[in-house]
């Protein structure tokens, strides 16, 4: 039913995502899907951070974590299933929006913590705000692994 899937990955929290990927993986298995994992640097684009690094320091913050995200796929997505990987730098809902659109995925799969409505006020949910932006269809898995 879904072929292409999008997780987006926060690498702070890497484990918070596994529940997300085994999803993902048995999903893209049901109809040879293919996955995409996604992360967010957040900060550098913004003029007043960039303001404090040169490019320099930046590329290698970027390579830093490309080089973490492909880890995190290399011990989770078996080699056998077709995926790819992005490194983005932003606001990370609006990062998520964006790559959704430009892959043409069918699926959107998340991890995301219980949350009242004034605490996602207080503390602006990513998850939430995928949830209103998204065309697609979005799967969001309570808690972490477990
Ligand atoms: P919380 O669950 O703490 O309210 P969020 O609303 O940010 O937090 O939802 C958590 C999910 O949002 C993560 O599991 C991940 O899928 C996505 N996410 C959050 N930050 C990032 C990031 N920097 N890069 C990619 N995905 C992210």
Do not use: W
């Not at 293919?34 to 913004?46: D, K, L, R, Y």
């Not at 996602?120 to 990513?126: A, D, I, K, T, Y």
């Amino acid at each position: 039913m879904f072929k292409r899937i999008l997780v987006p990955v926060d690498l702070n929290e890497p484990d918070f995502s596994e529940s997300a990927v085994e999803m993902a993986i048995r999903e893209a298995r049901l109809d040879q899907g293919e996955i995409h994992v996604m992360t967010v640097m957040p900060g550098f684009n913004s003029p007043l951070v960039a303001g404090y690094f040169d490019a320099d320091a930046v590329e290698k913050a970027r390579e830093a974590v490309k080089i973490q995200l492909k880890s995190f796929a290399a011990n989770r997505l078996p080699a056998d299933l077709p995926h790819s990987l992005s490194v983005h730098e932003g606001q990370p809902a609006d990062r998520i929006i964006h790559q959704a659109e430009h892959m043409g995925a069918d699926l959107i799969i998340l991890t995301a913590h219980h949350r009242s409505h004034l605490q996602e006020v207080l503390l602006g949910s990513n998850a939430s705000r995928v949830v209103e932006r998204a065309a697609c269809s979005v799967l969001i898995l309570r808690g972490g692994k477990g």
